[in-house]
């Protein structure tokens, strides 16, 4: 069975976006260690073109703060897929391209909004029968909620790297209404957004957060399919972040903002209650010591408590 290639939609995503990213290319690899490392190697060696790089099997998956993202190999056709197709357990991608916005802040949280978005436009109302709804955990995480409880869909890594300056590689075409960068242009760097979403229900065990999938939003919902719902807006985000920034999508997160008036603990022991997230993309933790705004790198958060249902 697994001779039976993937029907991968390499050609509809590269009509998509090929107009707005001059040079672009899309790759379908039947494994690697990582996408991101794949990316961020081709680089250092000078190959900053627009790309996007997908995976059928990743050995070495990242996450954020170097955690692990584990990847199964693909199936035999079963439940959804089409007979003599094979199933993907998770979408597994990195899209590769010079950028160069005003501001860096928010660019996860951004990209997250668009990954949502795309998955689910509207978010469903709660109440028993209703499907799980796509919300985003600050900063890089997919959760589903809903009947099921909070699980965890995906989760996005977003590297930059200071390879390509502009006269190497040309960043976004800016949108014609963007107002002028104030003072000098920024430099253009080379960005990774990895995404790794779950697919397939997949088991817990030995896992700090219940896993969902995308048969729990869409039953029948593939790995292809969700690839070119994905990547077209995203490219689209990212033209409107390199003119504009994070702050005109802040009530964008708010809207699916799973820590939203929650009980957190930060990983350095602090205790408060998240209240959104600012222009700027920083966590608003409400502790003992007043309003905190959290952006390091470094610094996790987790509900204390999962609310009933």
């Known amino acids: 069975m697994n001779s039976i290639p993937i029907r991968w939609p390499a050609e509809a995503v590269w009509e998509a976006v090929s107009p707005l990213l001059p040079g672009f290319t899309v790759e379908v690899l039947p494994s690697i260690d990582s996408t991101n490392t794949e990316l961020m190697r081709r680089a250092r060696a000078g190959q900053c073109e627009p790309t996007l790089l997908v995976a059928e099997q990743q050995t070495a998956g990242r996450g954020r703060m170097g955690r692990a993202w584990q990847s199964g190999e693909a199936e035999g056709s079963a439940g959804s897929q089409a ?11 990195s899209l590769g391209l010079p950028l160069a916005p005003r501001d860096w802040s928010g660019l996860s949280l951004a990209v997250g909004v ?13 109440g028993a029968g209703q499907p799980a709804r796509v919300g985003l955990k600050w900063p890089n995480d997919l959760w589903l909620g809903g009947a099921g409880g909070d699980r965890k869909l995906g989760g996005i890594l977003v590297e ?41 229900p997949r088991s817990g065990e030995g ?56 009980a957190v603990t930060l990983s350095d022991g602090t205790a408060g209650t998240a209240h959104g ?8 933790v ?15 958060v987790r509900p204390t408590a999962v609310p009933p249902v």
Do not use: W
């Open 83 to 93: 007979a003599g197709t094979r199933a993907v357990p998770s979408l597994m991608m």
């Open 114 to 126: 668009s990954v949502a978005e795309s998955l689910q436009p509207v978010l469903p109302p709660l």
């Open 160 to 200: 930059t790297a200071s390879f390509v300056s502009p006269q190497q590689a040309p960043s976004l075409p800016q949108p014609p209404t963007a107002p002028p960068h104030p003072g000098a242009p920024s430099t253009a760097r080379y960005v990774v957004v990895g995404i790794g979403i779950n697919v397939l």
């Open 207 to 262: 896992m700090s957060m219940p896993p969902g999938s995308l048969q729990d939003v869409e039953p029948g919902l593939d790995a292809p399919t969700a690839l070119l719902r994905i990547v077209p807006p995203l490219v689209a985000l990212l033209r409107s972040f390199e003119g504009y920034g994070f702050g005109p999508m802040q009530p964008r997160f708010a809207a699916r903002d799973v820590l939203q008036g929650r």
């Open 277 to 284: 997230v600012g222009e700027d993309g920083a966590l608003l």
């Open 286 to 300: 409400h502790t003992a010591g007043g309003m905190q705004a959290i952006t390091s790198s470094e610094i996790s």
